[in-house]
Nanobody, 122 residues
Framework: VQLQASGGGLVQAGGSLRLSCAAS????????MGWFRQAPGREREFVAA????????SYADSLKGRFTISRDNAKNTVYLQMNSLKSEDTAVYYC????????????????WGQGTQVTVSS
């Protein structure tokens, strides 16, 4: 599975962005998908994940209510809707795929996209 993230950019605090992650390969619909982020000088952290069917989702506690993950298996795409953005949301956002499970630990994810930069100005 190859992953291509897009949709990042510069946005003012309080604004919204929707990230997309397009996947290649016919097995996309069988993978859990997730989003992680990494700010300068910090470790990569879990943002959200969604089960292969889209029926199960999980979020970092600090992001619940502002971020929403979704997927469209017909389009081989997973999305991250980010609302009420804050300066501390500034980071490179990565999408990832996982064959089994839906964990929050980066090392347990099997496939990674190249990342897309999100910058929130205050």
């Amino acid at each position: 599975v190859q992953l291509q993230a897009s949709g990042g950019g510069l946005v003012q605090a309080g604004g919204s962005l929707r990230l997309s992650c397009a996947a290649s390969g016919r097995t996309f619909s069988s993978y859990s998908m997730g989003w992680f982020r990494q700010a300068p000088g910090r470790e990569r952290e879990f943002v959200a994940a969604i089960s292969w069917s889209g029926g199960g989702t999980s979020y970092a506690d600090s992001l619940k209510g502002r971020f929403t993950i979704s997927r469209d298996n017909a389009k081989n795409t997973v999305y991250l809707q980010m609302n009420s953005l804050k300066s501390e949301d500034t980071a490179v956002y990565y999408c990832a795929g996982q064959r089994v499970g839906r964990t929050s630990t980066p090392n347990s994810w099997n496939y990674w996209g190249q990342g897309t930069q999100v910058t929130v100005s205050s």
